[in-house]
């Protein structure tokens, strides 16, 4: 995105923004001389600049100026549980009190890999990692060790990360091509198909006997913004156990949120692999490979070797770390005793519902969207009743730009703070009276909006 609304001295919405926040202005300018853009993660990328955080509790979060904002960010999704869960807090508090990392076994990753066998039947066997990148990769590389076969199947737009076999497609090079930096051989052996197609997914087993797995996320790409059904996942569960080829779930958002057992749980579909993060770790660094033991065993020492096969190595600093974990266990067992999904994406089907309702009477042709506990907004809906699947991937995927930039910075006016993607997640803290204040806050964002003449006249 270009500083298009830098230059722009005459927005009301700007101008608005620039007065409420002069502390992240301040930390922004500084900042930029510090990190690319001035920023740590692209989705903090906004123009003129983000805000910047001080404190979040429960569904909200108060910026460095002492703003507060109706969080949909969500922690990227981590936080079901909402901000500072008291149990998540105690447990941080109770292991980071111990010590924060033993260069040993300890007790809380067995209590943590127990929470997720819990909620997960497909966990025959778990390894941590730091991030749910590193989960993905990590799945592949089981998946063509054990097979011993080099191409993976996945799906235009679906996103496993940013390392290097799944750079490509899931915002861009959707002709397959490597990104900048990437190996081209490297993308080569990761095929992209089009979402929800079981026929070109049976058209490429039958052809190429190449293939070790297929990885998706299975509520469609970025949390069904490009929604998939769930027969279609039943269906390439069926055509991969056809062709021997192993299934693994990309879980990272869904995991813990579609149901307390996650997506796989929901549509009775056990993939061979699973990867998690994000509310795995209960809003700290974290995540976790699962699956089956069969496959897991290529990193166990003793299986490997009785085998004659080689083992993956598997080190990694932070792996299983003791805060983490406990952090992780605690939001697990929270989840298993308190099932929130059904409360959170209850709230989230009544939070796209009212701002539908305020789209039709602020008469704009935009349109909330999303299953479970998210919603996604499109800003190029015609008249009638809006339909995702009709719409198309790299059309829901395209970026919001200037449009979607001057809508963030319009809602953070009126407190309330949404993804760059358009996005959001709720939480089970997010109540009735958060939806009502949302809706008032979409209603008032639209009208400035209006003001300026970037959205048509009523
Ligand atoms: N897979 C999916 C589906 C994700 O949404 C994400 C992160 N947004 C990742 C993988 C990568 O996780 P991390 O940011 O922890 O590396």
Known sequence: ???????????????????????????????????????????????????????????????????????????????????????????????????????????????????????????????????????????????RAFTGKQTVLRFAGHFHGWHDHMTHGYSNHFDGTATVGVLPGVAEKAILLPPGDIEAVEAVLARNDDIAAVILEPTGASFGKVPLRPEFIRALRRATERAGVLLIFDEVVTGFRVSKGGAQVAFDVRPDLSSFAKIVAGGLPGAAVAGRKDILDRLDFAETAARGQEKISHPGTYNGNPVSAAAGTAALTEIFENDPTPIASARAASLRETLNEVFAQERVAWAAYGTYSGFHLYLHASGREFDPYAVGMERLKASPGALGNKLRLALLVHGVDISGSLSGFISVTHGEQDIADTAEAFRGAIRMMRAEGEVGPS
């Open 1 to 143: 995105m270009t500083d298009v609304l830098e230059a722009r001295t005459n927005s009301g919405i700007v101008a608005a923004y620039r007065e409420r926040t002069p502390e992240s202005a301040r930390l922004a300018a500084e900042a930029r001389h510090l990190f690319p853009s001035g920023i740590v993660h692209d989705a903090r990328h906004m123009d003129p600049y983000g805000i910047y955080v001080q404190r979040a509790q429960g569904p909200y979060k108060w910026d460095v100026d002492g703003n507060r904002y109706i969080d949909y960010f969500g922690g990227h999704g981590a936080l079901i549980l909402g901000h500072q869960h008291p149990l998540v807090t105690a447990a941080i508090v109770e292991a980071q009190a111990e010590g924060t990392h033993f260069g040993a076994c300890h007790p809380r990753e067995v209590q943590w890999a127990r929470a997720i066998q819990a909620l997960v039947p497909s966990a025959e066997r778990v390894r941590f990692h730091s991030s749910g990148t590193e989960a993905a990769l990590m799945a592949l590389r089981l998946a």
